[in-house]
Each structure stands twice: as C-alpha cells, then as structure tokens.
Antibody, heavy 127, light 108 residues
Framework: EVQLVESGGGLVQPGGSLRLSCATS????????MHWVRQDPEKGLVWVSR????????NFADSVKGRFTISRDNAKNTLYLQMNSLSVDDTAMYFC????????????????????WGQGALVTVSS | ILMTQSPPTLSVSPGDRATLSCRAS??????VAWYQQKPGQAPRLLIY???TRATDVPARFSGGGSGTEFTLTISSLQSEDFAVYYC???????????FGQGTKLEIK
C-alpha cells in the first residue's frame, strides 16, 4: 500500500525557517517525480515545487523561488521541503504528492496527475 | 493558465445527478484531472486525462470535455459524495500545475 506521511509542520515567526519531511513507503520512491502542494482557505490548492526521481531537476512556484528548497533521500524514501524567510503568506497546509504519468490512447498522449497524497503538515507563520 | 470552476457551491439531493464545470483560460487539451476532498483529508484523485476514472473510483463518476471546457458528473449522488471537488490542469512549458478554486457539493 502506498503511503506518504508528512512531518515537521508547526508555528514559526516571520523570517524563520522550517523543514518538512514526507516519509514514503509501498512503492519504488526513486522512480517517481514528487511534489509539494499547499492549501489555504483563500488561495485554495497551489502547487509549490517538484523534484525528479534522482534529485537532479527541480522546479518552484514563483512565490517561493529563492526561499524554498526541495530535496530527496532515496535511500530513506523521504522527500523534504526546506522553507526559509517565511512570511505570513506561507501559512498553509502542505501536502506531499506523488506524480503519475500515464500514456493514454488513442494518440499516446501523456497524462500527468497526482495519484497519492499525504495527510498534510500545517505550517503557521505568525508573530 | 487559470482554471475557473462553477458554481462555487452546488446543492443537490441524494440520488440526483450533479454536474460540475471547469473552464480553462486557454486550451489545455485533455490535461485535466479532478479530485475530491473531504474535511480534514487530502485530495483524492477521481479522474485524469479529462475522462479516465482512477483506480477504485465508482462508475457514477464521469469526466468529459476537452480544450477549455470540462465537466465532472456524478450520476446518482450518495451520501459520501458530498465534498469539495477540484479540477487541475498540467502544462508542460512553462511547467505548471494549476488548480481550480473548487466546487462545494452540499446536501439539498
């Protein structure tokens, strides 16, 4: 059974740092792109970052670029999100998610989606 | 690319049909997925590729559309279907996943 379990959330002051972890099991972790998605009541679900299977390629949303770092330890089957220079706008529930890519007929197009999600880690930035 | 869902809230009676809409600000082909989220839970994948049901998703859920207009239809609402539903698109370059703002499906 595929499982993703986030940890590391909490209360932090503006300007502070936090590192989230996402421990996974039940699948070959190194074979999948992994993502972080956050959710707050105002902005809804917002994609944050992604990393490829061997950790050599990453992307970030403009809102977190230069402040957040994504990484992974394939030996530990764990995904990380290092968050620096946090602001109140970063307050949200943070989910890790596994990306699945499927080749779909009839034209062999590629479909991309998140097929498994963790339960989320709450990050609150407040003084 | 913006994804706009309508209506924000939909009130439907159990056993009735519900149709949720999602519009993309430009063509996204068939690169649309739908998720269901219940309070305190993570989103759950329902549909990908605009119309393919994910594993273990009941047949009463169906997706349709292409280009800029997409729908999620639930043919006969069960009590467990009352939740918030999100559409999501994928764009390869520049890379971006974008979610709609959600439609809350509530009991009438």
């Amino acid at each position: 059974e595929v499982q993703l379990v986030e940890s590391g959330g909490g209360l932090v002051q503006p300007g502070g740092s936090l590192r989230l972890s996402c421990a996974t099991s039940g699948f070959t972790f190194s074979s999948f792109w992994m993502h972080w998605v956050r959710q707050d009541p105002e902005k809804g679900l917002v994609w944050v970052s992604r990393i490829n299977g061997d950790g050599t390629s990453t992307n970030f949303a403009d809102s977190v670029k230069g402040r957040f770092t994504i990484s992974r330890d394939n030996a530990k089957n764990t995904l990380y999100l290092q968050m620096n220079s946090l602001s109140v706008d970063d307050t949200a529930m943070y989910f890790c998610a596994r990306e699945r890519i499927v080749v779909s007929p009839p034209d062999a197009r590629l479909d991309y989606f998140f097929d498994h999600w963790g339960q989320g880690a709450l990050v609150t930035v407040s003084s | 690319i913006l994804m706009t869902q309508s209506p924000p809230t939909l009130s439907v009676s159990p056993g009735d049909r519900a149709t949720l809409s999602c519009r993309a600000s430009q063509s996204v082909g068939n690169n649309v997925a739908w998720y269901q989220q219940k309070p305190g839970q993570a989103p759950r994948l329902l549909i990908y590729g605009a119309s393919t049901r994910a594993t273990d998703v009941p047949a009463r859920f169906s997706g349709g559309g292409s280009g800029t207009e997409f729908t999620l239809t639930i043919s006969s609402l069960q009590s467990e279907d009352f939740a918030v539903y999100y559409c999501q698109q994928y764009n390869n370059w520049p890379f971006m996943y974008t979610f709609g703002q959600g439609t809350k499906l509530e009991i009438k």
